[in-house]
């Protein structure tokens, strides 16, 4: 799986460029806030890629080092799949039962 390019991370607090800027911490944040759509865009792909690397067989653990996140948020992200009724079979094993349900 591809991902995009990581955001750099930040080495100054919001206060300290509000301070060294003289805003306000809030104009801050408004002006380094990602967009909305691109967020949701990219929260939307985390959440397909979790799905599939979870029906290739691979582990809770595995897929949050595979994304470099957390494994609570893989636990959490699979529990709403779930609950919205995706189909989350692994591959592996759906190719087993047929194999048992035609022999």
């Known amino acids: 799986m591809t991902q995009g390019p990581r955001r750099e991370r930040r080495t100054a607090t919001v206060r300290e460029l509000a301070d ?16 909305r759509a691109a967020y949701e865009g990219r929260s939307q792909q985390r959440r ?3 799905v599939e690397l979870h029906r290739q067989g691979l582990k809770g ?7 470099k ?3 609570g948020l893989v636990s959490t992200r699979l529990k709403e799949a779930r609950s919205a009724g995706v189909d989350l079979t692994r591959y592996a094993a759906a190719g087993e039962a047929q194999e048992q349900s035609q022999a």
């Open 69 to 71: 996140v957390s494994s």
């Open 48 to 50: 397909d890629q979790i």
């Open 20 to 35: 060294r800027f003289g805003v306000s911490p809030r104009t801050v944040r408004s002006m380094i806030a990602e967009e």
């Open 61 to 67: 653990y595995e897929i949050a080092r595979e994304l």
